[in-house]
């Protein structure tokens, strides 16, 4: 059976790059299941990944471009390595995801692992594009990522301010691409008032329309703003301290603002939006709370998490305050 070592892309930040050959071997054992003996290696000392499969083909040569951290990938002839050509899986320019620099914005690559492995868990057969929601959109990083990958993004944001920069960003992006698009805002009215914004973009590219839509309002409203739109995926970069609860929340004469306490609402409705085989894909702080909290939320939502082998090895440090795991729950 070939080995095959894939380098992995240089970009990382400084303290993610410390986790990323763990991650990343997690990610491959999921995405393609089918390969054996992953392990983080290291040649002459560049890191590689590591892994043995029978010969490549062009399924898997795509599925292996698009890890989060390939850059190139080799065959390993003993004292030779044999460069192999992956193909450009992206649908869309990677610039769309690297510009955009912000405090508190979560690195490029781990948002690609995320929607990577809650993808790979849908049961549901695909018959299109992927329908992918954020429904903590912050400023769109994720929706981008689903772009990037060829999968129709929608979203929520609650902090109006995020949601235009979001919007002006997009904007700016797909006119100085000079893509074929369309990109409008348009108020929410509910009994004639207006109760907030809508963004609905789409671009062709490669012959293949994406669309992206974004409201503004809280997570726990996202079924009411959706409706009756159904997502193969959900996928949320949960808080990671006490920044995301509304200023209206009251849980016995105090505002409950933790991210326990706001996910322990939204997780049920977030559920709800998922189509029959699909996967909710949680990131969050586990110094906040505990995975076997969270593991207990989503059962009660009806969800089943996915646990034991790569599942469980996302773990990692990004700094004194927080420790970033993923949790994968699939809707039988």
């Known amino acids: 059976m070939p080995s095959y070592l894939m380098l992995r892309n240089p970009s990382a930040n400084r303290v993610y790059a410390g986790s990323s050959g763990t ?10 299941p089918h390969v054996s003996d992953v392990r983080d290696v290291s040649v002459a000392g560049v890191g590689y990944l590591a892994f043995d499969a029978a010969p490549l083909r062009e399924g898997d040569l795509a599925a292996l471009a698009g890890q989060s951290s390939a850059f190139a990938l080799f065959q390993d002839e003993g004292e030779l390595l044999l460069p192999i050509a992956m193909p450009d899986t992206d649908r869309l320019d990677d610039d769309l995801v690297t510009i955009p620099k912000y405090q508190g914005k979560t690195n490029e690559q781990f948002t690609r692992l995320l929607l990577n492995v809650t993808l790979a868990a849908v049961a549901r057969p695909a018959s299109g594009r992927r329908q992918v929601l954020d429904p903590m959109a912050g400023r ?3 929706l981008s990522t689903a772009w990037l990958a060829g999968h129709d993004a929608y979203g929520v944001e609650i902090d109006s301010k995020a949601f235009e920069q979001m919007v002006a960003f997009y904007k700016t992006w797909l006119r100085r691409k000079r893509l074929k698009h369309t990109a409008d805002v348009s108020p929410v009215r509910r009994d004639g008032k207006s109760v907030g914004k809508r963004f609905d ?6 012959d293949e329309k994406l669309s992206l839509t974004v409201f503004t309002g809280d997570t726990r409203s996202s079924a009411e703003l959706f ?5 193969d995926a959900v996928v949320v970069d949960a808080p990671y301290g006490v920044v995301h609860g509304s200023s209206s929340d009251v849980r016995g004469g105090a505002r ?12 049920g409705v977030w559920a709800g939006q998922l189509v029959h085989g699909g996967a909710l894909g ?10 076997e909290e969270l593991a207990d939320l989503v059962a009660r939502a009806g969800l089943e998490a996915l646990e034991g082998g790569p599942w469980e090895d996302f773990a990692h440090r990004v700094d004194s305050s927080i420790r970033r795991d993923v949790l994968v729950a699939t809707k039988a």
């Open 140 to 142: 769109g990083t994720t």
């Open 256 to 267: 409950d603002r933790t991210p326990g306490g706001l996910l322990a609402q939204a997780i």
């Open 23 to 32: 991650l990343s071997a997690a990610e491959l054992r999921i995405c393609l």
């Open 282 to 291: 949680i990131s969050w702080n586990t110094l906040s709370l505990p995975r």
């Open 227 to 231: 409706g009756k739109k159904r997502f």
């Open 201 to 206: 973009a789409s671009v062709t590219a490669r």
